[in-house]
């Protein structure tokens, strides 16, 4: 059985052929969330500015477990790419002037220590072991809907700070990506039926009142949704309408779990499930984090677990204030594709 790589040469071999000597196809190796890294073909076309790339690694594994054939996976690959391909030149010039994308900008949550040398090349800010970054939600007729990640380059280029971004992000992301909550049991249907799970922005009811008091938070479009915890007084809100203080489980980057915090569950045990389930239930794409966290209704804080007692006073004195969020607390496959418009400094949409 070939390598990846020897899989990834045919398929650029067999890729220029299809398309031609106006096009010129590359081999990209991409370093995703969490430093994880994907291999991908990227097309160029001399008269376009946006090259897609299409990811290889799932198509590998259905070679190896003799679910395609390289002829199915060449053909699947020459499609994609035709259907990607842009019909002229994307104008980005609008991407210069930050007047023109401020009312945009956008935060996510990452985990902190597993994208140590991204978070050298974005602006970003720390909160509990995680880190805010920032991004621009693109979205086009002919590529559909992607996200341009705020490096470091284009911050100097406007002349703006990590603060300027948080401002403007803490305004923007809630709107654009506005919060949902749902029962646990629905999204559990859902999974089951391949039906719609339903979408509130808060609990229904107490949780006392709920046979099964587990819900999901996550936002509008399901992706990166577990940025919704440092939505302003979203937590505080759930937490008034659940009638309890909350454990918070960050169970991927797209969504939270959260549920009542009482003594009938005990914090360790899901601490211990949390990392547990990030080992062996989610994709390394997705994982945000080993923590488990807690909600105190009364304070209005959100803090690491640690025990019985919570290190919330401790977090408040170093901090001098409570970080944006803390008070009052965010099938078949697509193949993802990575367009960049400029490849030295231009922004990266990432679909």
């Known amino acids: 059985m070939m390598t990846k790589e020897e899989f990834a040469k045919e398929m650029r071999d ?16 991409v370093t995703k969330n969490n430093g994880v890294e994907l291999t991908g073909l990227m097309v160029n076309d001399p008269t376009r500015n946006v090259a897609p790339t ?75 072991d995680l880190a805010v970054t ?87 479009d399901r992706t990166f949704g577990a940025g919704v915890m440092m939505y302003d007084e979203y937590l505080s809100k759930v937490a008034e309408a659940a009638g309890c203080d909350l454990y918070v489980i960050p169970s991927s980057v797209h969504e939270l779990i959260v549920l009542p915090k009482d003594e009938g569950m005990k914090g360790e045990f899901l601490r211990d499930l949390v990392r547990e389930v990030n080992e062996t239930q989610v994709d390394a794409q997705d994982r945000l984090s080993n923590s488990l966290y807690a909600y105190d209704r009364q304070t209005q804080t959100l803090s690491l677990y640690e025990g019985r007692e919570q290190k919330t006073s401790q977090d408040q004195a170093a901090q001098g204030q409570a970080t944006p969020g803390e008070k009052a607390a965010a099938r078949t496959e697509v193949l993802p594709q990575e367009v960049p418009d400029e490849p030295s400094e231009g922004p990266v949409l990432s679909m």
């Open 54 to 128: 299409i990811y290889l690694d799932s198509m590998y594994e259905n070679l190896v477990e003799g679910g395609m054939s390289a002829d199915d996976c060449a053909e699947n690959l020459a499609r994609n790419l035709k259907n990607s391909m842009p019909q002229a030149k994307i104008n980005m010039d609008f991407f210069t002037d930050y007047e023109q994308v401020k009312d945009k900008i956008c935060f996510r949550l990452v985990n902190a220590e597993a994208n140590r040398e991204l978070l050298s090349q974005v602006p970003h800010e720390g909160f509990k």
């Open 14 to 29: 067999r890729i220029q052929e299809e398309m031609g000597d106006g096009y010129e196809v590359k081999i990209q190796h």
């Open 134 to 220: 920032f991004f621009y939600p693109f979205e086009h007729d002919e590529i559909g809907k992607g996200s341009i990640l705020i490096r470091n380059e284009h911050a100097e280029r406007w002349g703006v700070t990590e603060k300027d971004l948080m401002e403007a992000a803490k305004v923007n992301t809630p709107k654009i990506f506005p919060p949902r909550c749902m029962p646990m049991e629905n999204v559990l249907v859902q999974m089951i039926s391949n039906g719609p799970a339903g979408e509130a922005e808060l609990p229904e009811r107490p949780f006392q009142e709920e046979a099964f008091p587990m819900h999901v938070l996550t936002n509008g």
